[in-house]
């Protein structure tokens, strides 16, 4: 009882003495207190260093599984900020020095590591990603559902609405982008190009000049009527040059005209070419895209037709 009550009073001591010393005292000591403990390191045996090394772990680990949840969030948080702030305050040099020293203190460690550990630690690594897809797909499931209205021309951010605002708050800009977004979606691809006759959205295409559509028609040769529209993606550019652009329908790309209503496989036995894609998704949003170039091979229509079973 003696001994713990002269260890509080000296730790009190102690506490009370720091609070009163000043920096510069205090910075020197901590640099003796460090510079000692370093050479006593150093001194050890590596016995006893690894025997340290394992202790000090099973306390940690310890320490970790007795915290509270939120006390860990707020000291992973404090320890991302620290280590945000040490790499700010790095030169590009010391960055890449030390990720170099990262990576080879990593391959060491898996090199000298059992097939058994191994095995352990790719089960483990599998397990952490599960998890994280689990509470991220929690997350966009409690994110709330985005009811918008595009029917509208003038549609704002207002109409967005969320289950939980608390946890998605929208800036200024981010109001601001949305407004934008709304107003450009708000007609849908219905504006048709009338060189190339593909449909666009309102801001990718631009309306003719009705005071240079004479000289347009005249030089160029084509048929441009009023309130026409032209995209600006490639059209445009080659029309102000007096050209076509070498996706305009007058070079043979016309689509004809279907014969009734046909079904898929149908379209496909009569169709001139036979494209070949590769599509794929995005890694966010899911949306679709062509990857690579797109292959036309020729069919011949009349063989097919020979080949095909007829009716008596």
């Known amino acids: 009882e003696l001994k713990q009550h002269d260890r509080e009073k000296n730790a009190n001591n102690m506490r009370v003495s720091r609070a009163s010393m000043p920096a510069e005292k205090k910075k020197t000591i901590q640099e003796a207190v460090a510079s000692n403990m ?172 009705p005071n240079t559509l004479h000289i347009i028609r005249d030089k160029s040769k084509f048929d441009a009527k009023n309130d026409t529209f032209v995209c600006n993606a490639t059209c445009r550019k080659h029309l102000l040059k007096n050209d076509f652009s070498n996706i305009a329908e007058k070079n043979f790309l016309q689509t004809g005209d279907f014969p009734g209503q046909l079904n898929p496989t149908e379209v496909r036995m009569i169709s001139q070419r036979i494209p070949f894609m590769k599509i794929r998704s995005f890694p966010a949003g899911g949306q679709r895209m062509i990857s690579g170039p797109v292959i036309n091979v020729p069919a011949d229509p009349q063989k097919k037709r020979l080949k095909l079973p007829r009716k008596n």
């Open 38 to 209: 370093r050479a006593l390191r150093i001194a050890k045996p590596e016995e006893l260093k690894q025997h340290d090394r394992v202790k000090n772990a099973n306390n940690m680990r310890q320490t970790r599984i007795e915290m509270p949840d939120l006390e860990k969030s707020i000291l992973s948080k404090k320890f991302a900020m620290s280590m945000r702030n040490l790499r700010s305050g790095q030169s590009e040099k010391e960055r890449l020095a030390n990720q170099k020293k990262n990576a080879a203190g990593m391959r060491a460690a898996r090199e000298s590591m059992t097939d058994e550990k191994k095995k352990l630690e790719k089960e483990k690594a599998a397990a952490r990603m599960r998890a994280l897809r689990m509470k991220r797909k929690r997350e966009n499931e409690n994110m709330g559902k985005v009811n918008t209205n595009f029917e509208t021309k003038n549609s704002s951010v207002e109409q967005i609405q969320y289950e939980q605002p608390a946890i998605f708050k929208l800036n200024p800009f981010d109001k601001k982008t949305i407004e934008n977004f709304i107003d450009v979606m708000s007609d849908f691809p219905i504006y048709s190009c009338c060189m190339c006759n593909i449909l666009y959205f309102k801001d990718k295409i631009s309306r003719i000049d």
